[in-house]
């Protein structure tokens, strides 16, 4: 038997910040708060085909690229409606070496946090 990821645990300065973001980034909804750290996924709550995202609290700063970063798809429209949805609501164009030839954007949330929004649309 093998494993799945169950949750993602992304330290962050503001957790209810982010994870407002975050929930219109993938349409989810806070599932659990505890201790300042904000948990949010799916409607359908933990366990499920995704993971969930865990905000936790932290007072040092984010340095540096990411090693680990998060990749996201649209779901209901095309990658430049996509874009320029993600950019309304907070998002940031990130310069971490690319080309400017990927078929990929590559985007910050509010904390610098890396992420890619790419072509492939998934229904």
Excluded: Y
Aim: charged content about 25%; overall charge negative.
């Amino acid at each position: 038997m093998a494993c799945r990821i169950s949750e993602l645990v992304i330290e962050c300065r503001d957790p209810q910040q982010l994870a407002a973001f975050w929930c219109e980034v993938l349409g989810f909804i806070v599932l659990h708060t505890e201790d300042g750290a904000v948990e949010i996924g799916p409607r359908e709550g933990f366990g499920g085909l995704q993971p969930t995202l865990i905000f936790s609290p932290t007072t040092e700063p984010k340095t540096g690229k990411a090693r680990l970063h998060i990749d996201v798809n649209a779901t209901d429209r095309d990658q430049d409606a996509e874009l320029q949805r993600l950019l309304e609501i907070g998002a940031r164009p990130a310069d971490i070496g690319q080309t400017g030839e990927e078929p990929w954007h590559v985007l910050a949330d509010p904390e610098g946090n890396e992420f890619c929004l790419l072509r492939a649309r998934l229904t």
